[in-house]
């Protein structure tokens, strides 16, 4: 969290010292730390962290930091441009290494190629793998095989959702029509496993795209 807030970490706890002794005199302060520190204590005993999940603190680590700040505005406007020059920095440096991102790429353009040659009963799979963003793009939930870590906190499984034996899946590609994200090493065991033809629609970062008939190539390539 503190490389995520530089260039204003220093300030943030500058504001965090300086307060510190105002906190149980003063309510508001009080109710401040608290925004923080309750959040940050209970997901760091948590089984799943995920960045997103502190997202709800930065409200208050910015009153704090505003606080140390004050009115001095030439630091201000410094802090804002190099803010601006070193998260412009990190966006281009993650679009050139997308392809090491591993499952934190973005779905959206093997996505569009589901979405342009799925029909009503279509599957879409994540086998051992987890997009997080697949969901959103296909506008429907995805089938999980054989991914234990991400349902591991849900008490009751939907069995229409999440297979956890390759056999079960392995039938499930004889019997519908499925789109299937997995790593390439995953896909080449699929293939030496089951007689049904698997047709690659995109690969990329390790990943493939792959489904159990033959698609339009014409489609897919509107798309590349």
Do not use: H
């Not at 510190?20 to 608290?34: A, P, T, W």
């Amino acid at each position: 969290m503190c490389i995520r807030d530089r260039p204003w970490t220093y300030w943030f706890f500058k504001g965090f010292k300086q307060n510190l002794k105002n906190f149980l005199k003063d309510r508001r302060y009080l109710y401040l730390y608290l925004w923080i520190l309750v959040p940050l204590l209970f997901f760091s005993f948590s089984g799943s962290k995920l960045p997103g999940y502190i997202l709800p603190v930065y409200p208050a680590i910015s009153i704090i930091t505003a606080s140390a700040i004050g009115e001095r505005w030439k630091i201000i406007r410094t802090l804002c441009l190099f803010s601006f020059i070193f998260y412009s920095t990190l966006m281009i440096l993650a679009w050139q290494l997308e392809d090491s991102l591993g499952e934190n790429f973005s779905p959206r353009k093997p996505a569009s190629i589901i979405m342009m040659n799925k029909k009503p009963g279509d599957i879409i799979v994540n086998f051992r793998c987890f997009l997080q963003g697949l969901p959103f793009y296909v506008k429907e939930r995805v089938v999980l095989v054989q991914k234990e870590r991400e349902i591991q906190f849900e008490e009751k499984l939907d069995k229409n959702y999440y297979v956890k034996d390759l056999e079960t899946f392995l039938s499930l590609i004889k019997e519908k029509r499925i789109f299937c994200f997995s790593y390439k090493e995953d896909f080449l065991e699929l293939e030496q496993k089951t007689d049904v033809p698997l047709y690659i629609l995109w690969q990329k970062s390790g990943f493939v795209l792959f489904a159990n008939f033959e698609v339009e190539t014409r489609k897919i390539e509107k798309i590349g």
